[in-house]
């Protein structure tokens, strides 16, 4: 029996959408749609300090704009903290994770790298995060475009935080329960978030589950290099008037478009595009520069 494909879009509603993340909407879509898959929106509200108020409502509202279609209900990740610290508080229990109270400086001083200094003081709670104790070091995976990736071996071997010493929840924990709870079968995603994918294979492991497949697309960066974030302030794209960025969306994933397609509705352009998606037409540096980062004036 095969298993049916569950992707997802996972946005963090730390501002409106930016034309780097309507590509990780497209890329994910087209890979979910071309394969008669299911297409799951899941906003990952995990830090309110980083959130901008109405910014879920907006980034929902655009998708539907551009004509996106997702199956099920909208998943809110600040609806889940239960399962999140459910599993934290069995992992303590079990002594595969502890509490650490160590401080940024303190690993800057031991070389960027955090060595386990708390894991044998049996610290309490109170002012301290949560580690996971590595017992799966991932140092490379395979990614279905850009084949063999290879993670450095002191990142992957490091006990890293799954609830940060604030009481928000790690965005590895909470993405790999996620995925696992939703049944999603491959993430697609931008290459910013590749380095994390070794230490979501970890938790998969920790957790006795097989992984996804990972699929990741090149990151919109801006002339100086700097990538597209709702941090660098990348302006919004168009709400209004979606076709022109939409088509731009479909370039930088690699389609030459047909001239009448300026002519088409946009449930058309949705269409073509799922017909004739094929991942070797993506391209393959892992950051490509675009007009997009600039407001326009
Ligand atoms: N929430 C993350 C972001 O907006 C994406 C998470 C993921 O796709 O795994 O950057």
């Given amino acids: 029996m095969t298993t049916q494909y569950i992707g ?7 501002g409106p959408l930016h034309f780097g993340s309507l590509v990780a909407a497209l890329g994910s879509y087209l890979q979910a749609k071309s394969q008669q898959g299911q297409w799951l929106v899941r906003i990952e509200d995990l830090d309110p300090p980083r959130e901008i108020v109405g910014a879920s409502d907006l980034i929902i509202e655009t998708l539907e704009n551009y004509g996106f279609e997702w199956d099920g209900e909208i998943v809110y990740q600040s609806q889940r903290h239960d399962l999140y ?5 069995q992992w303590i229990k079990q002594c595969n994770a502890y509490f650490c109270q160590c401080t940024r400086k303190q690993i800057k001083a031991d070389g960027g790298f955090y060595l386990g200094r708390c894991k044998h003081k049996q610290l309490s709670e109170e002012n301290a995060s949560v580690r996971l104790v590595m017992q799966h070091p991932i140092e490379s995976f395979s990614d279905i475009k850009h084949g063999t990736i290879q993670i450095p071996s002191q990142l992957a071997q490091e006990d890293f935080i799954i609830k940060r010493r604030d009481g928000l929840f790690a965005y590895n924990l909470a993405v790999v329960l996620d995925d696992i709870e939703q049944g999603i079968t491959e993430v697609v995603r931008g290459a910013d978030l590749i380095e994390p994918t070794g230490r979501q294979i970890s ?27 709702k941090q660098n302030y990348a302006p919004a794209i168009d709400n209004a008037d979606p076709k022109p960025t939409l088509l731009a969306a479909l370039q930088f994933l690699g389609f030459s478009l047909p001239k009448d397609i300026e002519t088409a509705t946009l449930n058309e ?14 391209p393959t540096g892992l950051e490509i520069t675009t007009p997009f980062s600039k407001p326009a004036i």
């Fill in 8 to 14: 997802r879009f996972a946005p963090s509603p730390s």
């Fill in 85 to 89: 610290q459910s599993q934290i508080d």
């Fill in 203 to 229: 938790l998969y492991r920790q957790l006795g589950k097989k992984e996804v497949s990972y699929l990741h697309l090149p990151l919109a960066v801006d002339d100086s290099g700097n990538k597209l974030s």
């Fill in 269 to 282: 352009i949705f269409q073509w595009a799922i017909k004739n998606w094929q991942l070797k037409q993506l």
